[in-house]
């Protein structure tokens, strides 16, 4: 989920600059006669810590599913509660570390960018929520189909709600991944509903921040909607804690720093994620994505032993069908954009 910095701030109120591996590269720098060329040669060493970053960012997201078996015998509510307030701490800590507090304070008086943020959280709550049960509860297979379905999912709300027209070939992705859907339906006995439960509410997420623009930065956005869920999770938290259900504060130590983690866990391969896309094109950023689902799915079958039955099979070759055309296509049109540039320059 990408995020832009924010702009406008002034030099006098510009707060010291974050560690130079989250720093933004430059795109570009002007000649002696004043003229935009591309940056220098130190291109390849940013393009290799922004692939450090990619890879960094979706390998953690992949992984992710075993750590909440590191978190049983928590369930899906608690994990998510602790996730949200814990996160909230650590970007506290690291807002404090670089004197970004005014980032907060200034998109927190911005009402309208406040109600984005708030209904992002929502959104994000319910897929952490989603993903959680899905993971604990034995449907890890469907929530890496969730993933994997996602771009395909941001196509389709692209062309309802923003009114995009499809190229060729990102019409057949969509008709491919529509029978697919339906392939999954009968392979499960029912529409699998986990998978497009984590996919739209991921989609809509995104549609959502893409509303945000480069008004705020990710620590900043993170921050913001994770003191909106607080209220709810904190609570969360203490009802379970005092109906004897909660395990944050009755598993000892070991337990209560592993939930702990789970706020370092969420926040920091966001962060790794906004380094990367700084550093590289889209087209890598693209194929990256895959990463996560990709590892969520292999750990489905060898860790959690999750059964794959032929049609299974079957309705996931037509998702991975989709998805080559999908990224075909963007290929296509990333060349096709640079010559033009190219032609005009």
Same mark, same amino acid.
């Given at each position: 989920?990408?995020?832009?910095?924010?702009?406008?701030?002034?030099?006098?109120?510009?707060?010291?600059?974050?560690?130079?591996?989250?720093?933004?590269?430059?795109?570009?720098?002007?000649?002696?006669?004043?003229?935009?060329?591309?940056?220098?040669?130190?291109?390849?060493?940013?393009?290799?810590?922004?692939?450090?970053?990619?890879?960094?960012?979706?390998?953690?997201?992949?992984?992710?599913?075993?750590?909440?078996?590191?978190?049983?015998?928590?369930?899906?509510?608690?994990?998510?509660?602790?996730?949200?307030?814990?996160?909230?701490?650590?970007?506290?800590?690291?807002?404090?570390?670089?004197?970004?507090?005014?980032?907060?304070?200034?998109?927190?008086?911005?009402?309208?960018?406040?109600?984005?943020?708030?209904?992002? #959280? $929502? %959104?994000?709550? /319910?897929?952490?929520? !989603?993903?959680?049960?899905?993971? *604990? &509860? +034995?449907?890890?297979?469907?929530?890496?189909?969730?993933?994997?379905?996602?771009?395909?999912?941001?196509?389709?709300?692209?062309?309802?709600?923003?009114?995009?027209?499809?190229?060729?070939?990102?019409?057949?992705?969509?008709?491919?991944?529509?029978?697919?859907?339906?392939?999954?339906?009968?392979?499960?006995?029912?529409?699998?509903?986990?998978?497009?439960?984590?996919?739209?509410?991921?989609?809509?997420?995104?549609?959502?921040?893409?509303?945000?623009?480069?008004?705020?930065?990710?620590?900043?956005?993170?921050?913001?909607?994770? #003191? $909106? %869920?607080?209220? /709810?999770?904190?609570? !969360?938290?203490?009802?379970?804690? *005092? &109906? +004897?259900?909660?395990?944050?504060?009755?598993?000892?130590?070991?337990?209560?720093?592993?939930?702990?983690?789970?706020?370092?866990?969420?926040?920091?391969?966001?962060?790794?994620?906004?380094?990367?896309?700084?550093?590289?094109?889209?087209?890598?950023?693209?194929?990256?994505?895959?990463?996560?689902?990709?590892?969520?799915?292999?750990?489905?079958?060898?860790?959690?032993?999750?059964?794959?039955?032929?049609?299974?099979?079957?309705?996931?070759?037509?998702?991975?069908?989709?998805?080559?055309?999908?990224?075909?296509?963007?290929?296509?049109?990333?060349?096709?954009?640079?010559?033009?540039?190219?032609?005009?320059?």
């Amino acid at each position: 989920m990408p995020h832009e910095p924010t702009a406008g701030a002034s030099a006098a109120d510009a707060p010291v600059s974050p560690p130079a591996a989250f720093a933004d590269p430059p795109a570009a720098v002007r000649d002696g006669a004043g003229r935009r060329t591309p940056a220098p040669a130190n291109d390849e060493k940013l393009s290799g810590s922004g692939l450090l970053f990619g890879i960094g960012a979706y390998g953690i997201w992949g992984f992710l599913p075993l750590y909440f078996l590191l978190l049983e015998p928590a369930g899906a509510l608690e994990i998510v509660a602790a996730r949200i307030v814990f996160s909230l701490v650590f970007c506290a800590l690291l807002l404090s570390v670089m004197r970004s507090w005014h980032k907060v304070l200034a998109a927190g008086r911005d009402l309208r960018l406040l109600g984005t943020l708030s209904l992002a #959280a $929502v %959104l994000i709550a /319910v897929n952490w929520l !989603v993903f959680a049960w899905a993971v *604990l &509860n +034995g449907h890890a297979v469907e929530a890496a189909l969730g993933y994997f379905i996602n771009p395909l999912v941001s196509v389709l709300l692209g062309v309802f709600l923003l009114k995009e027209k499809l190229r060729p070939l990102q019409w057949a992705a969509i008709a491919v991944s529509f029978i697919a859907v339906l392939v999954l339906a009968l392979g499960y006995g029912n529409v699998p509903w986990v998978s497009l439960a984590l996919a739209f509410s991921f989609g809509f997420y995104g549609l959502v921040k893409k509303g945000v623009g480069g008004k705020v930065d990710a620590v900043s956005s993170l921050s913001i909607e994770t #003191a $909106v %869920l607080v209220p /709810v999770a904190a609570a !969360v938290l203490v009802i379970m804690s *005092l &109906n +004897g259900s909660g395990t944050l504060l009755t598993f000892g130590p070991a337990h209560f720093w592993l939930l702990a983690g789970s706020g370092i866990a969420t926040a920091v391969p966001l962060i790794f994620f906004g380094a990367a896309a700084g550093r590289l094109p889209l087209t890598t950023i693209g194929m990256l994505q895959y990463l996560a689902p990709i590892l969520q799915f292999t750990m489905a079958l060898l860790v959690f032993n999750e059964a794959m039955p032929p049609e299974r099979w079957a309705g996931f070759g037509l998702v991975w069908l989709a998805l080559a055309i999908l990224s075909i296509d963007m290929l296509g049109s990333q060349r096709r954009s640079r010559l033009r540039r190219a032609a005009m320059a």
